[in-house]
């Protein structure tokens, strides 16, 4: 079987090398828009992370050691984790430009050698739990973060106080009513914006570090040091708030494929770390002056008369820092359908010239429920700081772990600097683990459960496929013995293309039996058609087809697409001409295969499981959707299969 390389597939490299001029406005075209939607989640961090230090819970006391001890633990936590761990090395460890673990996870999924499968098996039902994590931070940080800017309002005026949740809700449904529009009418105010957020987070921080510039000493790692030995198992638990700092670590990573690597460091570098550090700094040198503040130390670095605008640019903030993690859970969703560890489900691509702007109505709505349960339940961005950054740092110790393996067998590093460097990484994703996981009961089990049950949907399904496909090829005949069938038997060959889909090219698809079958016909050209999602995000054109004609006027062919492709079955077909044959659609005939699932008793799955993925099997999205197929030229034929 070999690739076509149609000239319908050539591209123009003229335009390869643009001029610098244009590299120019393009880099910084992509970094103000990086800005509005990489840095959203970690930006939004000063509105609760000092206040959520000095939370009663932890019973630190409020002098000059403890704050300065807080600020280089802050310090030192975003030049670590994020500038030396994700900005230097992680970020390197992309799937053909696209990052987050799910492309993570790909980069290590079985491959022939025998040896290896049980352990790259483990790895990747680690990066799956990774994978399913990231729902849990999905439904917290929307709810979180736009809870907490809303809180602002209490410091204007405490009658305020009983309208906090109400006006919370009435922002998040109206959020989520608002992405199936998708983000493309809004994106381009998103990087201004953010951009105006973090100059107002830089001013902020500067009038309190002016009037105590003392406070810079906190740079120095002296105080992170003496602030554990002075408060011993207190310091170790408030690393958990620490922590919140750098929870928009993974986003970094996550959303590398949209603007690249180069956008994403200079402006981290730039504006952001500067604009975190500056107002960080400038929260400790206001509640050493004034203890008050502590209440809510990031809305009182305002003057009495900007807290209002400080409000709604916080609120503003937050809605974009909300909509970057909501878009991640639906670009998840479509890795894990295309990875086959989901069903299908339905996706609508809400832009027509950005691949990645897409809206899945399912999971909008279930984050939409969760995260208005989540604010009615907890009640206070305190409270849902508990069940915050577990999932965060769960992920970020996934994230080491596969980049060890990755490290060493795509980049070939030597195995002394891998461990020194991943053993680095480790101690502090560790040490950040152990702080979160104090916090199991206090809220976060939360993340823990919708990791759990998102983890038994998507290995369930990817179990009970590998079990139906089994089945299904128990019995079966082979493409060989089929062709001797029809030579020997001579069927009625009719005018027209029948399509057949199937998931194995080597044996005859049970819609291709039935059909021959039950109305003993066959068209004149057969065509088996098996569409492979390999594990890369995109799949050139040149690459896609692979035909190869059998005789007997039948052809196998297989669609090649990434995991962050949308299949289109009719448009690829349109682009090739077996003998010089195009494909009509209005004399083709799709012929699909429809499997009713009859759990028993069989070895592999719990019977508990098999009616999980019945029930998934029922619900999930037609093929004939899903690879856009014309329904009017589609034909199913059911079979029953025990699992």
Same mark, same amino acid.
């Given at each position: ?22 590299? %120019?406005?393009? @880099?910084? $075209? +992509?970094? #103000? ?6 840095? &959203? =989640?970690?930006?939004?961090? !000063? ?72 352990? %790259?098996?483990? @790895?990747? $039902? +680690?990066? #799956? ?6 729902? &849990? =931070?999905?439904?917290?940080? !929307? ?88 408060? &011993? ?94 878009? &991640? ?315």
């Amino acid at each position: 079987m070999s690739r076509t390389n149609s000239s319908n597939f050539s591209t123009n490299s003229a335009d390869s090398d643009p001029p610098a001029q244009h590299q %120019r406005s393009s @880099l910084g $075209i +992509l970094a #103000l828009t990086a800005l509005g939607v990489v840095f &959203g =989640d970690i930006g939004t961090s !000063p509105l609760y992370a000092i206040k959520e230090c000095f939370h009663v819970a932890h019973g630190l006391s409020l002098n000059p050691d403890n704050v300065y001890g807080i600020l280089s633990l802050i310090f030192w936590a975003l030049i670590l984790v994020i500038s030396i761990k994700y900005l230097s090395f992680i970020l390197r460890a992309d799937n053909q430009g696209e990052g987050g673990i799910m492309a993570l996870t790909a980069l290590v999924l079985p491959r022939q050698a025998r040896e290896q499968s049980t352990r %790259r098996n483990h @790895l990747v $039902i +680690l990066g #799956l739990f990774g994978a399913a994590l990231l729902y &849990g =931070d999905g439904m917290i940080t !929307p709810a979180i973060s736009v809870l907490s800017a809303i809180e602002g309002l209490e410091v204007v005026t405490p009658a305020v106080s009983p309208y906090i949740i109400p006006i919370t809700v009435v922002i998040l449904v109206a959020l989520f009513l608002f992405q199936h529009r998708g983000t493309g009418k809004v994106g381009a105010v998103f990087g201004p914006l953010t951009l105006v957020w973090f100059l107002v987070l830089t001013v902020l921080g500067l009038r309190q570090i002016f009037a105590h510039p003392g406070v810079l000493a906190a740079i120095s790692p002296h105080y992170a040091v003496s602030f554990f030995y002075n408060n &011993g198992w207190i310091a170790f638990l408030v690393l958990s708030s620490v922590f919140l700092v750098v929870t928009g670590g993974e986003a970094l990573y996550a959303d590398m494929g949209h603007f690249g690597v180069r956008p994403i460091r200079l402006v981290w570098f730039y504006l952001v770390l500067p604009a975190l550090v500056i107002n960080y700094f400038g929260q400790g040198a206001l509640i050493l002056a004034n203890p008050k503040a502590l209440q809510n130390p990031f809305y009182y670095l305002a003057p009495q008369w900007a807290l209002i605008p400080l409000v709604a640019l916080a609120t503003t903030a937050t809605i974009i820092a909300s909509q970057a993690v909501i878009s &991640g859970s639906f670009s998840i969703t479509t890795q894990a359908v295309q990875l086959g560890f989901s069903p299908r489900l339905m996706v609508s691509h809400t832009s027509a010239k950005e691949r990645g702007q897409i809206y899945v109505p399912g999971i909008n709505w279930l984050l939409m429920v969760s995260c208005i349960g989540l604010v009615i339940g907890f009640g206070s961005s305190s409270n849902l700081a508990a069940a915050y950054g577990f999932s965060v740092t769960t992920d970020m110790v996934i994230t080491t772990l596969l980049f060890f393996f990755v490290a060493r067998e795509r980049f070939r590093w030597p195995l002394w600097g891998t461990l020194f460097l991943c053993g680095g990484f480790l101690t502090f994703d560790l040490a950040f683990f152990g702080a979160n996981s104090a916090k199991i009961l206090h809220g976060g089990w939360f993340p823990l459960m919708v990791a759990a049950l998102v983890f038994t949907l998507m290995s369930t399904w990817k179990t009970g496929r590998r079990l139906l496909a089994k089945q299904l090829r128990e019995g079966s005949l082979s493409i060989d013995s089929f062709l001797e069938s029809i030579r020997y038997s001579m069927p009625h060959r009719v005018e027209g293309t029948s399509i057949f889909m199937s998931g194995n090219l080597r044996i005859a698809p049970s819609a291709l039996l039935h059909n021959l079958k039950h109305n003993g016909v066959l068209h004149q050209r057969v065509v088996i058609l098996s569409v492979v999602t390999e594990d890369v995000p995109h799949v050139p054109e040149t690459q896609r087809v692979e035909l190869e004609s059998v005789g007997e006027g039948i052809y196998l062919i297989v669609l090649h697409y990434g995991f962050m492709d949308e299949p289109d079955v009719p448009e690829a077909l349109t682009k090739i001409e077996p003998d010089d044959q195009p494909f009509e659609m209005m004399k083709t005939t799709f012929f699909l295969g429809r499997e009713t699932i009859i759990p028993s008793d069989k070895p592999g799955m719990a019977l508990w499981r098999e009616r999980l993925f019945m029930l998934m099997s029922r619900n999930a999205r037609t093929a004939t959707s899903f690879f856009g197929l014309p329904p009017n030229r589609v034909v199913e034929l059911g079979v029953q299969v025990k699992i």
